[in-house]
């Protein structure tokens, strides 16, 4: 048995719910991991990590117009912390509302996601952004 | 130390806050492990896991509602994806605030909740479901 | 490759989001633990653990007030379970929004969290509180 620490970097085009288990399975793969466990943890504040239905995109659309209506975006006279645009504070909520950890199985040398499970990194800002998602894995 | 996956098959009987506790317990306990982690994932987009109060069931009931204000159901009027019912949308957003994973400390043979707390699946359908949680436990 | 469990316990002075990175971190260099993953797991129903930003104390006043509109305190006319207080049904809806779990990949002998996240102890009850969280480290 053994540990891998690793990092993945990733460039959101802007905000929605960008799908990310291929590249998840191909890290783990190259890791020759037959059984194991693979926990990935975002290291951003406005940024997470979720899991949910891979086949019908409108889902991922409907999500983001939930979120929004759940955390509004907002200025001085909704937010304290609003320095850094209406969109930053509300990412934030967001952010903690859906969280920035995920633990998944590995059997077989894959995932064990349900069929209909996909992996997905939000971006809660307007705009593009690099995130960085640190990963371990305990393989064997 | 070693690890051990599986899968456990749970058939909800409709909507709500469904206790799990015994039968991850004896799970745990059928695997002689000592110390360990056992992390669960639900293998849904519609049924999530939580960690709540096991003793006024009331809680619970709150919790659903308190939920269905969050997550209102809808048709065409409310969500782009509709097609599966009113109840489906709302049940992915439910998932999504609640979480599919959750990771428990094995400690002196047991898992190491607090003296109130009960691990629950959580049906976000208005109809009964056989769902699957994926688990993963490293014990010594 | 070992594991290491155990307790920490926590005075919260009230609601709000209280620090406790440096205690991890001081906790899990202790352990010399050089690659590794820590888990937590907070023994409360109404108190949770959230990563969030580490820098403008302001984002965790607007959190603890975007969770107040999300989860409002009430009495009967609210919630069934209202016999501890108008803020007890309110704690545990935020602390399922919020999460009791986390997991943080080690490296390099760190915590590998971002440049601005920091690890939260959240008390979601208006009073202080005694609150433990229980440790599961996998370390080499």
């Known amino acids: 048995m053994r540990q891998i620490t690793g990092i993945l970097s990733f460039?959101?085009?802007?905000?929605?719910?960008?799908?990310?288990?291929p590249r998840l399975s191909e890290?783990?793969?190259?890791?020759?991991?037959?059984?194991?466990?693979?926990t990935l943890l975002c290291q951003h504040t406005s940024a997470s990590l979720t899991v949910?239905?891979?086949a019908d995109p409108d889902v991922r659309l409907d999500l983001d117009d939930a979120f929004a209506g759940l955390a509004p975006q907002g200025g001085p006279e909704r937010y304290r912390?609003?320095?850094?645009?209406?969109?930053?504070?509300?990412?934030?909520i967001r952010t903690v509302l859906s969280g920035v950890h995920l633990s998944i199985p590995v059997a077989g040398g894959r995932l064990v996601l349900g069929a209909w499970q996909g992996?997905?990194?939000?971006?809660?800002r307007t705009g593009p952004h690099r995130r960085r998602i640190a990963l371990h894995l305990l393989a064997e």
């Open 11 to 21: 460039d959101t085009p802007g905000p929605g719910l960008h799908p990310i288990t």
């Open 27 to 38: 890290w783990v793969a190259a890791r020759c991991a037959e059984t194991g466990l693979l």
């Open 52 to 54: 949910q239905e891979n």
């Open 81 to 92: 912390h609003h320095l850094e645009g209406p969109d930053d504070m509300a990412a934030h």
């Open 119 to 124: 992996v997905y990194l939000w971006e809660h």
